[in-house]
């Protein structure tokens, strides 16, 4: 009886044991990543946000639109605290791979070998489309202010439309960074591009053709404005 | 301490070859064959019938022009006995060079000003050189007051139609007044006299590889004569009437330039006008007449159609840039009928206010900003075409005064915002 327990029962606990055993340095070294991982993401998170405030990032993204967009968008954080949030998950998630790699299990490792070489694509697409973001936003101040200087009726839609193809064109090099259907996405870039040139050009064509004559005409003959003389000297 | 300018190996022969000079005038140039055998003239004549005891030197300053405008400078000669000009003393000599460093009006002049230093100028003057208006007594009214009266720096008072230099009556000639306290009323002419001293002080600034070689160089020299204390005063020239200014440029790019460059002037003195109140006459020398000057014809309803362009669509823009009392003032404009359409002078004293202090606390790309004021610059000049229209130059010089005034009596909003950006 005794040896029948030895062997049925105690035998498996005693190898649970010693497999326990065997993991539990890892498990522990586990813990102690994460914990001090998250630890210092709390702590770099917080330094972040705090150096941002005092550098005024806030007021620099006020000015550069972003803020707007990022209530537009339903954000309530302002730029310093997001920042420091990124730090602490970007910290966090690190610290975290980290500690799954002290298990030293063949697919966890695995995983986090994938998600480390991952993580450049990811930096490069984040920064594409900030900077798409901030760079579209610039040339739709630059292209309004341009067309209605010039006394195009329709500056407004100029305007955004140069901001969406900026922001289209910063998509579609983001996903091609992160691999997500690099055919479709290039493929479909063009379709969606030449379409909106296409179509302006025809809805020029047909809606605008006696304006675009007028223009023509005006430009190639050098004669007058025909909304009046005007030689007012500014200077 | 500066750098010194480098002159042209054959310039610098030349100017130590002269030694020393008591009158320089500089003539910058680019492209100017057509019009500058006139100022030649106009400025030999000049120098041989006021100053023909003084030894006198003309400068032409190039940015290398391609139509011959440095030999129409060399072979332009006056013929001084048809202008019964019989006692010339002192020889003129010519210096005809080329001028380095960034392209524009900024660099041709710190040519000249070197060339003023080296030769220990006591007096000089600057005259643009698309002048069809130039005669020589333009150069008695610049160096006289530098040579007898101790100015150091003499600004031009022309005879001008009521509509032309509008961004000198609407924005120039107010702000620059209200901002130093002193009644200069071309600030921008391009035609100017000052002190050798002067000259000096003006080579010594760190700013000539910024935007004031180029542009901006008249308003620079104006105010920074005023910030360094120099004697100021204004001399009567008559008309003046020169070639079109760069017709590729368009007006949002003159704006920019022309603004942007006070407003960089209002940062950088700051401490010289922000307690300043009210403002002085400044005197002015010469006699003062009114004539016929060339009729300017005016579109007042494309002016109002650009103002209500920008109100409808720059709203988001203007709205970063003005106060939120000044935007709904402005926007209260958007119903109003053509007819009845104005920008008070009050509102366009604090809308130039507040693009100062935005322009300051960067809001937004400079650039954009001051493009961005076009069609309410439009709005104002609209205003002022509507409110003169029938009025002689003179009267309608009523109202540019009583503009000033609200610009001086705006000052203090001014002030407060100034102060209220820079503490927080």
Redesign the interface.
């Known amino acids: 009886m005794e040896e029948f327990i030895d062997q049925t029962v105690l035998g498996p606990l005693t190898e649970l044991g010693r497999q326990v055993l065997t993991i539990l340095p890892n498990v522990l070294a586990m813990v102690l990543l994460v914990s001090a991982g998250f630890l210092m993401a709390w702590g770099l998170g917080h330094g972040v946000e705090r150096l941002m405030r005092v550098i005024k990032l806030d007021q620099l993204c006020n000015?550069l639109g972003v803020n707007a967009a990022l209530v537009r968008g339903g954000v309530k954080s302002d730029p310093s605290r997001l920042a420091g949030r990124a730090v602490f998950w970007a910290v966090a998630v690190f610290a975290t791979v980290a500690g799954l790699s002290a298990l030293n299990l063949q697919p966890v490792n695995q995983f986090a070998r994938s998600f480390l070489g991952y993580i450049p694509h990811l930096f490069t697409a984040s920064l594409i489309l900030v900077a798409g973001y901030l760079l579209s936003n610039?040339v739709w101040?630059?292209v309004?202010?341009?067309?209605?200087?010039a006394?195009l009726?329709p500056?407004?839609m100029i305007a955004a439309l140069s901001r969406w193809g900026v922001q289209l064109a910063a998509v579609a090099m983001a996903l091609e960074q992160l691999g997500i259907a690099k055919t479709i996405v290039v493929v479909g870039f063009g379709i969606t591009l030449g379409g909106i040139v296409l179509a302006a050009a025809i809805a020029f064509g047909l809606g605008a053709k006696d304006l675009a004559k007028d223009f023509m005409e005006r430009r190639l003959s050098g004669g007058p404005d025909s909304?009046?003389?005007?030689?007012?000297?500014?200077? | 301490m500066p750098p010194t300018v480098e002159l042209a190996p054959e310039t610098d022969a030349r100017v130590q070859a002269i030694e020393e000079t008591d009158i320089l005038i500089g003539i910058p140039s680019y492209n100017n064959a057509d019009t500058i055998g006139h100022v030649v003239r106009a400025v030999s004549a000049g120098l041989a019938k006021y100053f023909h005891g003084s030894r006198s030197v003309v400068v032409n300053s190039d940015g290398g022009s391609s139509d011959g405008t440095p030999d129409v400078v060399a072979r332009t000669s006056v013929d001084l006995g048809a202008m019964l000009i019989r006692d010339r003393q002192s020889p003129l000599h010519k210096i005809i060079t080329p001028y380095h460093g960034i392209p524009g009006k900024g660099s041709a002049f710190r040519t000249i000003f070197e060339i003023a230093r080296r030769l220990k100028a006591k007096a000089c003057a600057v005259v643009d050189s698309d002048l069809r208006s130039i005669t020589p007594e333009w150069i008695e009214m610049l160096i006289r007051p530098v040579l007898s009266e101790g100015y150091d720096y003499v600004a031009p008072y022309y005879l001008r139609h009521k509509y032309d230099g509008t961004i000198t009556n609407s924005i120039m000639y107010p702000l620059t007044r209200a901002l130093y306290g002193l009644r200069i009323r071309q600030p921008i002419g391009g035609d100017f006299g000052f002190s050798g001293r002067l000259a000096e002080h003006y080579l010594d600034q760190h700013v000539w590889e910024s935007d004031v070689a180029r542009f901006g160089i008249d308003i620079w020299m104006t105010t920074e004569a005023i910030a360094s204390g120099a004697r100021v005063c204004q001399s009567f020239l008559g008309a003046k009437i020169h070639n079109p200014k760069d017709p590729a440029a368009d007006l949002a790019t003159m704006l920019m330039q022309v603004l942007g460059a006070v407003f960089a002037l209002m940062e950088a003195h700051h401490h010289a006008w922000l307690d300043l109140d009210g403002s002085n006459p400044v005197p002015l020398f010469g006699f003062p007449y009114e004539a016929g000057v060339e009729p300017v014809h005016v579109n007042v309803d494309r002016m109002l159609a650009s103002f209500r362009q920008g109100l409808a669509d720059l709203e988001p823009l203007w709205r970063q840039v003005l106060a939120g009392d000044v935007m709904e003032q402005v926007c209260s404009l958007q119903g109003v009928p053509d007819q009845d359409l104005r920008i008070p002078d009050e509102l366009w004293a604090k809308i130039i206010y507040d693009a100062a202090v935005a322009y300051r606390a960067r809001v937004m790309p400079r650039e954009h900003l001051l493009k961005a004021l076009t069609p309410l610059y439009l709005g104002r000049t609209a205003t002022f075409v509507m409110d003169t229209q029938g009025l002689t130059s003179s009267e309608a010089e009523s109202r540019v005064e009583s503009l000033c005034e609200s610009f001086e009596k705006q000052k203090p909003y001014l002030r407060e915002r100034w102060k209220q950006f820079v503490t927080t």
């Open positions: 000015r610039f101040q630059a309004l202010i341009t067309a209605v200087n006394g009726p500056a407004r909304r009046g003389p005007d030689d007012l000297r500014h200077m």
